[in-house]
């Protein structure tokens, strides 16, 4: 099976042109004014004209309000939403949208409560935990908390780069990736060596 790959954190068109050439699943745009990689509207919208068919378009949110996430879903026909804060299963499942729920995993407990409540998610994703922060943190978690089976789809975050994505994969049997510090010369500035870095090492898995 091929391993799925999601970059995240997308600021630029270029990087997203390289991306899809490399043979991405999907890039992350995010509409969280707290992160560094956040985008406006005319930036989102200028990354999705150059978004080729069959790219998925991943944007992700933290805590928002329902008239935040309905005034982007307006102006931008995401293909899929990432939730990554404190969302609620119906909070997440009212905008006629897949979703992910990250989730910030510090113990075991973290990662079976979430796919407990979350049944109705397209995947959970699993990321550190990083006090104040909401991904791309470039910090890994410890991945012998993942569970043996889990009851549903789930991506490995958190960390990872061109020279640990080999080792990450032996050691949790993910599926899917996603990426975005990892790959990056500064926040939301993609590093194209690196991006090709992974992906290469991803096909060569």
Same mark, same amino acid.
């Given at each position: 099976?091929n391993?799925?790959?999601?970059?995240?954190?997308?600021?630029?068109?270029?990087?997203?042109?390289?991306?899809?050439d490399?043979?991405?699943?999907?890039i992350?745009l995010i509409?969280?004014?707290?992160?560094?990689?956040?985008?406006?509207i005319?930036?989102?919208?200028?990354?999705?004209?150059k978004?080729?068919?069959?790219?998925?378009?991943?944007?992700?949110?933290?805590?928002p309000?329902?008239?935040?996430?309905?005034?982007?879903?307006?102006?931008?026909?995401?293909?899929?939403?990432?939730?990554?804060?404190?969302?609620?299963?119906?909070?997440?499942?009212?905008f006629?949208?897949?979703?992910?729920?990250?989730?910030?995993?510090q =113990? @075991?407990?973290?990662i !079976? #409560?979430?796919?407990?409540?979350?049944?109705?998610?397209?995947? /959970?994703l699993? %990321?550190?935990?990083?006090?104040?922060?909401?991904?791309?943190?470039g910090?890994?978690?410890?991945?012998?908390?993942?569970?043996?089976?889990?009851?549903m789809?789930?991506?490995?975050?958190?960390?990872?780069?061109?020279?640990n994505?080999?080792m990450?994969?032996?050691?949790?049997?993910?599926?899917a990736?996603?990426? =975005? @510090?990892?790959?990056? !010369? #500064?926040a939301?500035?993609k590093?194209?060596?690196k991006?090709? /870095?992974?992906? %290469?090492?991803?096909?060569?898995?």
């Amino acid at each position: 099976m091929n391993i799925r790959c999601k970059i995240c954190g997308m600021t630029r068109e270029e990087d997203v042109l390289l991306a899809a050439d490399l043979g991405v699943d999907a890039i992350g745009l995010i509409f969280f004014a707290g992160s560094k990689r956040c985008v406006d509207i005319r930036q989102a919208q200028r990354i999705l004209a150059k978004t080729p068919p069959f790219v998925s378009v991943v944007g992700l949110f933290v805590n928002p309000t329902k008239a935040e996430v309905e005034q982007v879903l307006s102006q931008i026909p995401l293909h899929i939403l990432q939730f990554h804060g404190d969302e609620s299963p119906e909070f997440c499942q009212q905008f006629n949208r897949a979703y992910i729920k990250a989730v910030r995993v510090q =113990s @075991s407990k973290d990662i !079976i #409560s979430a796919a407990q409540n979350h049944t109705n998610a397209q995947a /959970l994703l699993f %990321d550190a935990a990083v006090a104040g922060e909401y991904g791309g943190t470039g910090q890994t978690f410890d991945w012998q908390l993942l569970p043996q089976q889990l009851s549903m789809p789930w991506i490995l975050s958190g960390g990872l780069t061109p020279s640990n994505l080999k080792m990450a994969l032996a050691q949790t049997g993910a599926q899917a990736v996603d990426v =975005s @510090s990892g790959v990056e !010369i #500064s926040a939301g500035i993609k590093d194209h060596e690196k991006m090709k /870095l992974f992906l %290469d090492n991803l096909k060569n898995i």
